[in-house]
């Protein structure tokens, strides 16, 4: 396959950011502009993406400029899709909210496109630095953009968190990497591997130390415990669209460099951490369903509720020490947690966008009977995020708890099982809020325009949220998404990990 | 005629909801869209219930892969258990909608429309996954009836109602994996249909005995059976007539014949080994609920008492291990849907007629509605068992089934009835007959088409008294196969 055809999605996302910089210099435009432009080369990107997407291949792309560096096989290009989809679906939905926060410049559109080149990069870095260089590109878009909303008070402290957290772990991570170059002498992945499975024992330690840091700093980024005191705070004071824009697309682009190390490199030490990953699933769930049950406001629950899935996702990703189907499992609740989680802020960001008054549960009464649309979209993504059936969420959480279960870890199953019962109280407080009261009469916002992007995007997602979780052997006649053929996508491209 | 018919039964009231959803606001138009979609349901069954030829196997089958890397199917069929419940799902549903006519808005009904949906597509599925599935969506639009349409406390009630069925499913569906997952280790494929997993053999007792429970969880919560019953009471209360028409005629039958269908051909041995047990918690929970049933004021709440105390009998027949036992509950799951149903719907009418359903402030509603009370009196007599009625052939049954399984037990259950009749009666002596000094309550007699709704009921209530056999003759033979097949399985287990 031609090496620069598999470049050009990743070339596409950088030169959008450059170009949007450009523009952004000048007044003319205006936001609407900037949205427009992005969405266009994300979806030339993300046609280039699928298009490749034929055979299983996996290329070290120009070895003789890069030294093997960068990967791009049918891996990455997978969460390469995900990562433009998400991205795509979080400006569209946003497109409102966008357009009535003045503080939305041309600017903001850069640093978005900015973070989507960092996370692509993350999913091709084949090397620790090169990873880190990518996370922190990434991160620090994000950290940015965290802080846009120069009106709002709680952002100094959002940011400040943030930034100081998020940079100190960075921290770790470097010197995880020097312990592991100390031992291995390399940083590339492929070499450290080969390493690992001819040595054992002490010649292990520094190895087994510095995968150990490296740990920390994934749990950071993914918001599992102990790392997970800093979310509420930050979703809380970033924009409505960039905590959903954390909290679903971020965290695949995390997930999608940590499944590689995993699945390919280490998985002879993976052992060692089985203790650990157990004690922090547990405590994943149970501190991230405390936090939620006791918010009052739906963004910070929502936030608090991510947690929940992050631990979710963490116990298929102990199930991956045992069998490699989990992986599977992890890519399709990935899948199911973007789409749920992004049409559920997504949709508060879009009802927000006019007014700030809905911000607690109590703000949320009587939607149904102003937006029944929107209620209803809600309530699907709500359900889904509960893992009702008949909801992508539900599939996703079939797979991680049949994985979790063959993997011999069926107390946590049990254990994830009881979070999610309860977290069908938090999750049906709102939908009872939205339906069962007559409206609050101060939270009415008149003239409001349905008829928009983030409309039709909204209901979009719904309907793949829907489809993903009955998928086309119930519905018959609708043969576009099937659950099977998301699986079977995932396995092809775990595969292309393997090629040597 | 061709197996899809079973799909068309199931998807056909979800498709006119989704689709009166999106076209029109005119409720009447929404009303009778969905009663005739229930009537053309209605008269499929009664086509499916005449082609139907009594035998112990699974007829109409339709089995297509759905998620075939788990290998779970979209696999359904009825026997002669499931036919007989679907029919009677088939035939009170239109009927409800009958006497639930004037005053309900679109809500309503579209919703009322896709708990059938769920309802039916639990009761075919032959894949456990596809149960859990249909299982789980029926509670959703009742959630939303409850919610929208209760009475007093209704968030905090629908909440507890949700929190507590979810809890007990959820349990139930960590059970599904594991089966799924010890099956796959066992036979090195994945399969969820309930016939594949009956073949586990690898399991040891502990295991079975949690699985067991959890499975039990889910089903007794709903049934329900003691000491899991504490959320009908406020259920039962705050719903609107509607819904605590389905949760206690309808989806409360779900449980009980999930546990026919699903627990007793996986677990067999555990199944006999705790059945005494189960037959005293039956027992007690139906002298329990009957001692509640006798202090209630509320109409209301003195039928969710008596309709679980009759549902813990039920219980008590399906654990006594013979075919009496089993055909009595299958019986009384009919009987006790039609009763119970019938009478919760008139209930519905006298709350909203004279704005109270507490037994002291009622009385003398036999003078101004003359035929709502002989009806009234009839599902009475129905639900108390007297000799010409399904209940009285069906509570013979069981008792006889648990006679049969233990002499003591089987003269306590005979005794036990008389608490039944005694709380029914005295309630029917003071809220309908009995005259208030001075005030009178001024209650309208039944329109004729709420008459139309109730008759085939009232018919199905002496034919079933009467002439038994046309009905136990469909599901004798799966009965049989049953406490045969199945009990062999699990003494060799």
Redesign the interface.
């Known amino acids: 396959m031609n090496e620069f055809i598999l470049i050009i999605p990743i070339l596409t996302v950088l030169t959008a950011s450059i170009v949007l910089m450009l523009l952004s210099m000048y007044d003319k435009f205006s936001t609407k502009n900037f949205i427009t432009v992005a969405s266009i080369f994300l979806i030339i990107a993300l046609g280039f993406s699928i298009g490749t997407f034929t055979e299983i291949y996996s290329v070290k792309i120009y070895s003789d400029i890069f030294n093997n560096a960068l990967i791009f096989d049918s891996f990455s290009n997978f969460f390469s899709i995900l990562l433009i989809f998400g991205t795509l679906l979080t400006l569209l939905i946003g497109e409102h909210y966008f357009l009535h926060r003045k503080y939305f410049k041309g600017e903001f559109f850069t640093i978005l496109m900015f973070a989507l080149f960092g996370m692509i990069l993350l999913a091709n870095a084949n090397e620790l630095i090169t990873a880190f260089i990518a996370l922190e590109i990434a991160s620090f878009s994000v950290y940015v953009m965290v802080g846009y909303n120069s009106d709002d008070s709680k952002r100094v402290e959002a940011i400040f968190k943030y930034l100081v957290l998020g940079s100190f772990i960075g921290a770790f991570y470097l010197l995880g990497s020097v312990l592991i170059y100390g031992a291995t002498q390399t940083t590339n992945l492929t070499e450290i591997a080969v390493y690992i499975s001819n040595h054992s024992g002490n010649d292990l330690t520094l190895v087994y130390i510095g995968m150990t840091l490296i740990l920390f700093t994934f749990l950071f980024k993914i918001a599992a415990f102990p790392f997970q005191s800093w979310v509420l705070d930050v979703y809380r004071g970033a924009p409505m669209i960039i905590t959903a824009y954390m909290a679903a697309t971020f965290k695949i682009a995390i997930f999608s460099f940590f499944l590689r190390v995993f699945l390919q490199d280490i998985s002879n030490v993976i052992d060692f951490w089985d203790s650990i990953m157990y004690v922090l699933v547990i405590l994943t769930l149970v501190f991230g369903t405390w936090l939620a049950v006791s918010q009052k406001i739906v963004k910070r629950m929502l936030a608090a509720s991510s947690i929940v899935h992050t631990g979710y996702l963490l116990l298929a990703f102990l199930a991956l020490g045992q069998n490699i189907e989990a992986a599977y499992a992890t890519m399709f609740y990935l899948i199911a947690y973007l789409l749920s989680a992004l049409g559920a802020f997504g949709l508060i960001s879009h009802i927000i966008s006019e007014t700030s008054v809905r911000v607690t549960f109590e703000d949320f009464k009587g939607l149904s009977k102003e937006r029944p649309f929107l209620a209803a979209m809600m309530t699907i993504f709500l ?1 889904s995020l509960a893992g ?3 909801t992508i969420g ?2 996703g959480k ?2 991680v ?2 994985e979790a ?2 993997a011999g870890f ?1 107390s946590l ?2 254990l994830a ?1 009881i979070a ?2 309860v977290s ?2 938090y999750y ?2 709102l ?2 809020m939205m ?3 007559p409206a609050n009469a101060s939270c009415e916002s008149q003239g409001f325009n349905d008829k928009r992007v983030s409309t039709y995007v909204i209901a979009f997602i719904g309907v793949l949220t829907i489809l993903g979780g009955i ?1 086309s ?2 519905v018959f006649f609708i043969p576009v998404i099937n ?2 053929s998301i ?2 996508i995932a396995q092809m491209t775990v595969q292309s990990l393997f090629i040597k | 005629m061709s197996a899809d018919v079973l799909s068309f039964i199931i998807f056909l009231p979800a498709v006119v909801a989704f689709g009166l959803l999106v076209t029109t606001k005119n409720i009447e138009a929404v009303r009778n869209m969905a009663f005739l979609t229930t009537i053309v349901v209605l008269a499929l069954v009664l086509k499916l219930y005449l082609e139907f030829e009594p035998s112990e196997g699974i007829q109409f089958v339709t089995n ?7 290998g779970i199917n ?1 696999y359904i069929g009825v026997d002669g258990i499931s036919l007989t419940i679907l029919m009677m799902i088939a035939i009170l549903i239109p009927t409800s909608y009958l006497l639930l006519w004037e005053g309900r808005t679109k809500g309503y009904w579209i919703n009322m429309l896709l708990v059938q949906t769920g309802v039916t597509g639990s009761l075919l599925s032959l894949d456990i ?1 596809l149960f ?3 299982w ?2 029926m509670l ?1 639009p009742v ?2 009836l409850i ?2 349409y209760g009475f007093g406390q ?2 905090f009630t ?2 507890k109602v ?2 507590y069925t ?2 007990g499913s ?2 139930m ?2 059970a599904v ?2 089966l ?2 010890t099956f ?2 066992e036979f090195g494929y994945w399969s969820f249909q309930y016939t594949d997993l009956m073949r586990i053999t690898t399991l040891n007792y502990n295991e079975k005995i949690w699985l067991f429970l959890a499975f039990l969880a889910a089903f007794a919560i709903k049934i329900p059976i003691f000491p899991l019953h504490t959320w009908i009471m406020e259920t039962y209360k705050n719903a609107p007539t509607g819904a605590v028409f389905l949760l206690s005629s309808i989806m409360a039958k779900l449980g009980v014949y999930a546990i026919i269908r699903f627990m007793i051909p996986i677990f067999p041995d555990i199944y006999v080994e705790f059945s005494m047990w189960f037959v005293i918690f039956g027992l007690f929970g139906l002298i329990y609920f009957g001692i509640a049933a006798l202090m209630q004021d509320d109409i209301k709440r003195m039928f969710a008492y008596s309709s679980a105390s009759h549902l813990s009998f039920i219980s008590a027949g399906i654990f006594s291990l013979n075919a009496y036992g089993m055909n009595g509950a299958l019986y009384l799951i009919i009987a006790h849907a039609i009763a119970t149903g019938a009478l919760f719907l008139l209930v519905g009418i006298i709350h909203d007629e004279t704005g109270t359903k507490s037994i002291k402030k009622l009385g003398g509603l036999a003078k101004t509605a003359p035929i709502f009370t002989v009806i009234f009196a009839i599902m009475l007599f129905a639900n108390v068992g007297l000799p010409g009625t399904n209940g009285f052939v069906s509570e013979l049954l069981i008792i006889f089934g648990i006679y049969e399984f233990n002499h003591t037990l089987g003269y306590i259950s005979a005794l036990t009835v008389i608490i039944g009749a005694s709380y029914m009666l005295w309630m029917f002596q003071r809220a309908i007959l009995q005259d208030r000094d001075g005030e009178c309550l001024n209650m309208r007699d039944l329109k004729i088409k709420e008459i139309i709704g109730l008759t085939p009921w009232v018919i199905l209530v002496f034919l079933m008294g009467i002439y038994p056999d046309i009905f136990i003759d469909k599901f004798e033979p799966t009965v049989t196969h049953y406490i045969n097949d199945i009990l062999k399985i699990g003494a060799m287990k």
């Open positions: 359900l009702i059936p008949s539900f599939i079939f797979h708890f049949t279960i063959s069926a199953a049990v099982i999610t019962i069908v109280y049906f407080r939908i009872a339906y069962f009261y998928g052997a119930i659950i099977d699986i079977s | 297509a892969s759905w998620i075939s890397s788990y979209y996954v859990y599935f249909f789980e969506v959703l959630f939303l919610g929208i209704k968030e629908t909440i949700t929190v979810m809890a959820l349990l569906f960590v994996l594991y799924g997952v796959n280790s």
